[in-house]
Structure formats: C-alpha cells, structure tokens
C-alpha cells in the first residue's frame, strides 16, 4: 500500500497507458471496458489521493528512470496539475460507462475494443501532459492524446461521414498547433540547455529582453491557443465536437481543451515568469479582447445553432472566454476563478453532452427541431439538460454560479467594472440560447407521431452523476473554491519551483 | 503466379537475410549504431517485401490483421512492462539499475528489453500502415459515402 502511494505519481499515468495495450490484447469488447474502467477507476483514486496530498501547497516530484532533475525526467505535482489530473480522471470514469452503450449504436461492432485502446490513450496522454514537469514530455504526451482524438472522432463516420472532414480539420490544426507548441521549446532549449520546468524557470529569469526567448513565448502560447480554441483558432472545435460519437463529445469537451488552457498557465506562471507576459502587457491585451469576443461571438453564434451539439460547442467556445479573462485579469482571484471555472465547465458540459448524446440515441438526430416536445416523452434527460443550461448561464444553487461569481469578485477587485458588466451580459447570450434548448424541448408540440422512450439507465446514471456534481458544487462552493486558491498561488506565488517531497526512490545526479 | 520468376526467386532469397540484418540492428542496438526502431522497420521490410511480390492477399495469410494488431499492442506492454518489472523490483519506473547486481549491467538488460518493445511495435505498425495502404478498397462507391 505504501509502495503504492510511493509510486503513484507513475501509477496514475502509467495504469491507464498498460490498460491500451491489454484492450487490445485481449480483444474482446467486454473485457477490453472493464479494463479501461477500472485503469480510469484506479487513476481517479490516485488522483484524487494527489490531490489531498498538495491541497495544503505542498508539492510531489518523482524522478523517473532514477535519474534526478534535471538531467532526468521528473513528474511534479501541485495543486494546479492534481486538480486538473482529478477532473480528466473523474469525467473518464464517468464517461466510460456511458461510453459501453452509447458506442454500440454509433461504432461498428469490430472497432470496440479499438475504441476503448484509443480512448485509454487518449486519457494517458491528457493525464500525462498534466502531470509532467518537463517541457518535452509535455509535447509528447500532447501528441500521444492529440493523435489519438483524432481518431476517436473520426470513429463517429459511421453514423455521419462527415466526421471524417471534421478529424481531418482537427488533425491539421491540432497539428500546427503542436508543431508551434514544439519550435516554442526548441527555442528555450537553445537558449538555456534545459527542458525541466523549474530548471527552465531559473534559467529563463535573466534572460526577459532576449528576443529568442520572447518569440518562443509567443510560439508557445499560440501553439497552446489553438489546442485551447481561443477565440479565433476555434475552426476545429464545432466540427470536431459536433460529429464525434456522443461520449467522446463529452469526454473531449470537459478534458482536452481544460488540459490544455492547464499547459498556458503552467508555462506562463511557472516556466516563463509571470511578468514575462503581464509587465510586458502582451498577454494582457491579446487574452483580454479575445476573451470578451470569445464571450459574445461565439455565445451569439450558439443561438443560430440548428445542431444542438453544434450549439453546446459554441457554448464551449465561449466559456473558454471566461476561463481566458480570468487569466488576463492577472490576480490570485483571476487566476482561481479559471481553476474553478475549469472544473464547473468540465461537469456542467460533460453532463449535457451526455444528455444530449441519449436524446439522438433516441430520435436519432441531434438537430433542435427533431426534439420538439421531447420534454415529456424524455424527462429525465431533458431535464438534465436544462439543469446544465441553468450551471451554464450560471444561476445560483449551480456550479457555473460559482465560478462565474469569483470571476465577477476578480474583476471588482481590479476596478474593472466594465469587465463584470460585460460578464453578466454575455451570461444573458447564454439565457437566450438555453431558453432555446428549453422552448423546443417543452414548450414545441411534438411533430411525429412515434413514440419516444425514457434513454436507457445505463446513459442516465452516469449523465445524472455528472448533474448532480453540478447542483452539488454550486450548492457546496468551498471544496472547489480551496483547491483553486491554492493551485492559483501555487502558479502564481511559484510554489511550484519551490521545494517538493521526492515520492518513490530518489534520482541519481 | 508464372510471372516475375526473377522476382520471386530473388524475394525468397533475400527475405532471410533481410530479417536476421534486423535481428543484428535489434540486439546490437545497444552496442552499436541501431536499435529498436531501425529493427523494427527492416524487419517490416522483409513481409513488406514478400508482400509485393507474392501479393498481399498470400501475406495477410500468413500474418493476419489481428495478429498484426496484438503485436502492436505486445511491443508497448513489453516497453512498459520493464518499468513495472522495475518497480517491483524496488527502483523508480524504468529505474534499470535495479535489474542487475551492477548499475551498468541493469542498464544492458533494460535498453534490450525496452529496446526489443520498440522493435516488435515498430514492426508491426510498418506491417499495418502496409496493409492499410495496400489493402485500400480499389475505388470508393458513391454509397460508401
């Protein structure tokens, strides 16, 4: 059991990463689910285990290979990364089980096991990119989820070919996207000889006015900004959620792009130090103005949406937004707004993708107009999807009331009132495209005649976790709101290139 | 199958030696130039080759896509085996120290083991890249679509 607590920076990454392989393995579909289940299952335990560990601002550090940072590769934990380990570990082990039925109508029988490899890949490489404490394995484990996606989202062809385009539009962004992400660390790699993030931190110090080092930041975060979706680098996502098989929408839409927006902040406050983009004012007035356009446009673009997945994706788009202007605002409030923001969006989303994903399992489609007065034939899941529309407007007694509450605290606290307004006016954009979800699913007679039955148990339980996370986080705001302040000061006070406890054996010099 | 004797007789000639050059690359990979990806690909190259020749409908015959998927999947379980093995053995992940009664002898035995994972997948995702090109149906249906 100590060996196990020992080790379990490792183990959290390294369960999941044998689970592909044994899917594969044994290639039966059954066997291959409850592999990646309990993989999935056995990581959010650790995870949540990290986080109690660092909750208190303590930080973990494993020396992998033996060898000590920074010669070596080292995984290095603070509240920031455990609180981000235990989102993706917590929505996967959700999303699994749901993923068991909703697959059978979506993906043809002989890629199951397939699909549960590449998801458990695909789950590996978000983990890892959080956990790691060096620069190039960030790249790594990045391509190891990345590529992987993109085949899971293609695996929705079968049901619409044009899931493919969509891959394909994922695949080249995605891959710019690394590719810059990569020429980023090539840069600080010549500069200062080191890949290790608290290593580069003190290397990168003295080295503000050198304009490789600067050019590399801008590499880095526009490389990071197209897998985040920032505002105008967001052509993949609507596509890419849009056609995936329901499950790896939800998956996706609550991991992937929080992972990522974790890397920004990661080499912002604690690679790069934070004045590096702050004093300079050049993150400061390209976060600002594309989250408040990310707030309105896409939010305006939601509600011309047909496709309500399509809808809940640009709803995606725009709550990025939010978790993008806390960063600007450049606060310890800021900053725990966005890791709140990012846990509440993940549940809240991850809730109605599911609820979503039952209705077209249903009727078979997922445009808005197909669901007319689905409401009484399908209570329970549209009222799932309302109790997440409601988290997403942000109406008190939901998580999305919270988050959006300290983002509003954070902007008091600059003087930016302006801001605040502004947020509480993009939240109205958001009662305006729920209102729409709502309307079509009660208030629409119901166009045919078939009759519609109740999704399955086996979709509603786990959809039903993730909306119950949501009343309960709204209703109980302290938990979420302790493990953000702390990872907040731990990026922005540099707790993290403080002293940390070496857990497992430590390194060779 | 009367066509192309020089080809064929050539192939089977040079299908034997190609393996064992991969074979040499794999297990002197960690004396010399080479190693597991190198391997993996020569390797590849002697199916890959017996596969243009004799056709590839003869070589998913003998090395069928399932078998060609385990072996995918077995190279990474041995790559991260080794670590596990590892920390039963009480070092870190991919600690190779561990593995023999001196440092640098565990480290021998580490690369060879990691080394031969990376080989065996490496191969088997040349062979299917291979069958996936290969093997693509000859035209697209318009109800494919």
Redesign the interface.
């Known amino acids: 059991m100590s060996?196990l607590v020992n080790?379990s920076l490792?183990l959290v990454v390294?369960i999941p990463?044998?689970a592909?392989?044994?899917?594969?393995?044994f290639?039966n579909r059954a066997v291959a689910f409850w592999i990646s289940f309990f993989a999935s299952l056995f990581a959010l335990i650790l995870s949540l285990h990290l986080l109690l560990m660092v909750i208190d601002g303590d930080v973990l550090s494993?020396?992998?290979?033996?060898w000590a940072p920074p010669l070596g590769i080292e995984y290095r934990v603070d509240a920031a990364n455990a609180l981000v380990l235990l989102i993706v570990s917590a929505i996967s082990t959700v999303v699994l089980p749901y993923a068991r039925v909703s697959i059978k109508d979506e993906i043809a029988e002989h890629h199951h096991t397939?699909f549960f490899?590449c998801y458990m890949l695909c789950f590996t490489g978000l983990l890892g990119v959080a956990i790691t404490g060096d620069a190039f394995n960030v790249f790594v484990f990045l391509e190891i989820s990345s590529l992987s996606t993109y085949v899971l989202v293609a695996l929705g062809a079968n049901k619409d070919?044009r899931a493919l385009s969509a891959a394909y539009d994922y695949l080249i962004l995605g891959t710019i996207g690394a590719t810059f992400f990569v020429i980023g660390l090539g840069l600080i790699y010549m500069s200062t000889g080191t890949l290790n993030m608290v290593d580069l931190s003190q290397r990168l110090a003295p080295l503000e006015d050198n304009k490789t080092v600067r050019t590399a930041f801008a590499f880095i975060v526009i490389g990071m900004g197209l897998k985040i979706a920032i505002y105008p680098l967001h052509r993949w996502l609507p596509g890419a959620y849009t056609y995936a098989p329901s499950a790896i929408s939800a998956f996706l839409a609550a991991t992937a792009t929080k992972v990522a927006i974790y890397v920004v902040l990661r080499f912002m406050f604690s690679v790069f130090s934070a004045k590096f983009g702050f004093e300079l004012d050049t993150v400061r007035l390209i976060f600002f103005p594309f989250a408040i356009i990310a707030m309105f446009a896409a939010s305006l673009i939601a509600v011309y949406q047909v496709n309500l997945k399509r809808l809940l994706a640009y709803s995606s788009i725009a709550q990025i937004g939010y978790m993008l202007l806390g960063v600007a605002l450049f606060s310890s409030a800021g900053l725990t707004a966005t890791m709140a923001h990012l846990f509440n969006h993940a549940i809240t989303k991850g809730a109605m993708f599911m609820a979503v994903g039952a209705i077209i399992m249903r009727i078979g489609s997922p445009l808005l107009p197909k669901m007319a007065g689905l409401g009484r034939q399908m209570p329970w899941t549209s009222a799932a999807i309302v109790l997440g529309g409601l988290s997403l407007i942000g109406v008190p007694g939901t998580a999305g009331f919270v988050s959006k509450w300290l983002l509003l605290t954070a902007a008091f606290q600059q003087g930016y009132w302006f801001i605040a307004l502004l947020i509480v006016a993009s939240s109205l954009l958001a009662v305006i495209y729920v209102w729409k979800c709502v309307e079509t699913l009660y208030l629409t007679p119901s166009t045919s005649n078939v009759a519609v039955a109740e999704a399955p148990l086996s979709l509603l339980v786990p959809t039903y976790v993730l909306v119950i996370a949501t009343i309960w986080f709204g209703l109980d705001a302290s938990t979420i709101t302790v493990a953000s302040q702390t990872a907040a000061e731990s990026l922005i006070g540099g707790g993290y290139g403080g002293e940390a406890t070496v857990m497992?054996?430590e390194?060779?010099k | 199958m009367d066509h192309h004797l020089i080809l064929r007789a050539i192939t089977k000639i040079l299908v034997a030696p190609i393996l064992l050059y991969g074979l040499y690359v794999q297990f002197h990979g960690d004396f010399g130039p080479g190693g597991g990806f190198q391997a993996g690909v020569i390797f590849a190259v002697g199916f890959i080759l017996y596969g243009t020749v004799f056709g590839l409908r003869n070589l998913r015959d003998k090395v069928p896509d399932y078998v060609v998927h385990r072996f995918v999947a077995l190279g990474l379980l041995i790559y991260a085996g080794t670590g596990v093995v590892n920390l039963f053995q009480g070092g870190n992940f991919l600690d190779y120290n561990v593995m023999a009664q001196k440092g640098y002898q565990g480290q021998h035995w580490g690369i060879i083991a990691v080394e031969l994972g990376v080989g065996v997948t490496v191969f088997a995702v040349m062979l299917a890249i291979y069958y996936a090109f290969a093997g693509r149906p000859p035209q697209i249906n318009d109800e494919d679509w």
Do not use: D, E, T
Not at chain 1, 62 to 66: D, K, V
């Open positions: 060996a080790h490792i390294l990463l044998l592909a392989p044994l899917c594969m393995l290639g494993y020396h992998l290979g033996g397939l490899a070919k497992g054996v390194g060779r």
